[in-house]
């Protein structure tokens, strides 16, 4: 096929065209991906869904670890997000802590719930996975709504405003939403950063062979439970600290922070942009948002809307629209 | 803290039980046939609700309702498994999972759209109000009523699947589809079938629930996760593991409402966690090496 004809080459030159380029948006992703969120509150409508789109787009990404590239689809996700998001209220609102001994707290929080869900769901195969998450993250749901004394119960918890915050000394003014803004893009480009560092480790790889074959993972001799509890543990991790961030944003923790309904959110923000790519969560999350808000301007019922096209996408573009544009590309 | 009053507090878990039997039971019987796990059955047992209170109000009588809206729903039902299910066999476990979500969200909001975003009482049918004598204590009719009609559908149940042709059928095509294509068996037939009965059955339930709670859009949402945790404590799959499961886990958040009030939402999740830990295929689901 080397020197057969010539538009043979010219066709392969075609094709290593755009796989180039899809390299390329891969081996910058992480800086591509900040100059993006850099610019997104100078794009969006409105500087409040720039933080939301900030903070799903997080979670999205922590949740795309799990059911992206380990295969794994969680619907509990939102246990994470809230048990962040309280612990760092509680710890700001009831013990006085410093800001970031609370985001720090919120984090190891939310991590250690992970834990402990992860190890109960793990221990189940298939398609029990899904709703056994399910189930243990309404048990925190429930937990929090009796907890009124520590959580607020069914009013949320409030009562912890951030107002100031010093960062390296340098005092920020908390309440200009664009400043927090780039606070918060701090901490989101940190995790961004380690996901990358994850999905091209050794472990990265691993995960992806369990998605790919359990089986044959098993069989050359990986831990396949170990390496799920992890995966799990490290999507919860993200997720909490998300939730800390969205506790920060609001100065307020809705208790439906942890219904499961946020769980079937932050799954169809991921599947929407594209589980199992790296910009696909940031891009599924905008999409949802960006639906949300142009929608609920003529009706209040845009999750019909939401869900409708939510269902079009399973049917017809399962990867998702940056999958999908993924794979267009290669195709072409 | 009398006999009386722990008898009807367990006679109330009975009741509580058969609801989500009849919840679980669907979600169960269309997973053993067709592999998928329908998140729109809490959804659909909240339109199954409405359906009842709407037929209700428009002929005037509780007993039509009862009796159309379940068809009405499980008809509603095959159309899902028609339209939107049947293309996604051939994928993904998780793609019907996913699409059914996508549904029950879609679901709640139209019936937002269509009879509001409140709660809305369902009257106790006038017959089936007040209490009776049973020599131990006095029971509401309304319950009684419907254990009865639970019971009276588990055992057309089983007498369906174990004495009828279709209902061999069934359970040949829960063991193994191929086989049953192989016999000249239109599968594709008998799962559109058995969807509509699993939906079906769920309808029943919210009908029959709505006269002992609010019919809100809301409902449908916490009988998810109820129905789950019935599904994963009896096995998945299993006919017999729902209904003892439902029973179970009935009487124990009605008897936790009893005796330490602010557990009761909690305790059938730490029932799960419990049998997750001890067995985790359920108590009477099948050992499987991966799905």
């Known amino acids: ?25 891969t081996a910058w992703r992480v800086p591509l991906t900040i100059l993006a969120l850099c610019l997104l509150p100078w794009v969006l409508p409105s500087k409040a869904l720039a933080v939301n789109v900030l903070i799903y787009g997080l979670i999205a990404v922590g949740y795309n670890l799990l059911f992206g590239y380990t295969g794994l689809l969680s619907f509990g996700h939102a246990a994470f997000f809230g048990a962040g998001a309280y ?31 992860g190890l109960l769901s793990i221990r189940t195969r298939g398609i029990y996975f899904s709703m056994v ?25 409030r009562g912890f405003t951030v107002a100031k915050i010093s960062l390296f000394g340098v005092a920020v003014d908390f309440l200009n939403p664009v400043a927090k803004y780039y606070v918060l893009m701090i901490f989101a480009a940190l ?42 543990t490290l999507s919860g991790l993200i997720c909490a600290l998300a939730g800390t961030m969205s ?48 929608i609920s301007l003529w009706t209040s019922h845009w999750q019909i809307v939401v869900g409708s096209v939510f269902i079009l996408f399973v049917l017809f573009l399962p990867k998702g629209i940056w999958g999908t544009a993924l794979s267009w590309r290669a195709g072409r | 803290m009398d006999a009386e009053l722990i008898a009807m507090q367990l006679f109330s878990g009975v009741a509580l039980g058969a609801i989500l039997i009849m919840v679980a039971l669907g979600l169960s019987i269309i997973f053993g046939m067709l592999g998928v796990v329908n998140f729109a059955h809490g959804a659909l047992f909240m339109v199954g609700a409405y359906a009842g209170l709407w037929v209700a109000s428009l002929t005037g009588s509780f007993w039509w309702g009862l009796l159309i809206a379940p068809l009405a729903i499980g008809a509603f039902g095959m159309a899902i498994e028609f339209l939107l ?19 029950g969200y879609v679901l709640v909001e139209a019936v937002r759209i269509v009879f509001g975003s409140d709660g809305i009482p369902f009257e106790t049918p006038a017959l089936l109000s007040g209490v009776a004598d049973l020599g131990i204590g006095f029971f509401p009719v309304y319950r009684l009523f419907v254990v009865g009609v639970v019971a009276a559908v588990l055992v057309l149940l089983w007498l369906f699947l174990e004495k009828t042709k279709y209902g061999l059928i069934v359970r040949a095509g829960a063991r193994d589809p191929l086989i049953m294509r192989v016999l000249g068996v239109d599968i594709g037939r008998v799962w559109l079938m058995v969807f509509g009965l699993g939906i079906g059955l769920t309808a029943l339930g919210g009908v029959l629930a709505a006269p002992m709670r609010n019919v809100s859009p809301e409902m449908g949402a916490l009988v998810l996760a109820e129905a789950f945790v019935v599904t994963v404590i009896g096995g998945m799959g299993s ?20 005796f330490a009030p602010e557990m009761a939402t909690i305790v059938m999740f730490a029932l799960m966690a419990l049998v997750l830990l001890v067995r985790p295929q359920g108590l009477f689901g099948r050992a499987v090496a991966g799905h």
């Open chain 2, 85 to 103: 299910i049947r293309p996604l066999y051939k994928r993904s476990v998780d793609d019907p999972l996913l699409l059914t979500f996508g549904l």
């Open chain 1, 247 to 294: 506790a920060l944003h609001l100065a307020i923790v809705p208790l439906d922070t942890l219904h499961y309904h946020t769980s079937g959110m932050i799954v169809m923000m991921t599947l929407l942009g594209g589980a199992g790519s790296f910009f696909g969560p940031f891009v599924g999350a905008l999409a949802f948002l960006l639906m949300e808000d142009v």
């Open chain 1, 1 to 25: 096929m080397t020197s057969q004809s010539s538009p043979l080459p010219v066709m392969a030159a075609a094709a290593a065209r755009p796989a180039g380029l899809v390299a390329t948006l």
């Open chain 1, 133 to 157: 998450t399910l189930a243990l993250s309404q048990l925190v749901y429930y937990a929090a709504l009796q907890a009124s004394s520590w959580t607020g119960g069914e009013n949320g918890l």
């Open chain 1, 87 to 117: 612990a760092t209220g509680i710890a700001i609102g009831q013990f006085g802590l410093p800001w970031f001994v609370a985001v720090a707290l919120g984090v190891v929080f939310g991590g250690a719930l992970a834990v402990v869900i």
């Open chain 1, 191 to 232: 995790a961004l950063w380690l996901v990358s560092r994850i999905l091209n480790s050794p472990f990265g790889a691993a995960i992806e062979a369990i998605r790919e074959n359990e089986t044959r993972a098993r069989a050359c001799g990986y831990d396949v439970e170990r390496t799920k509890l992890l995966s799990f």
């Open chain 2, 239 to 258: 006919l017999i593991g729902a209904v003892v499961a439902g029973l179970l886990v009935g009487v124990a958040v009605s008897m936790t409402a009893l």
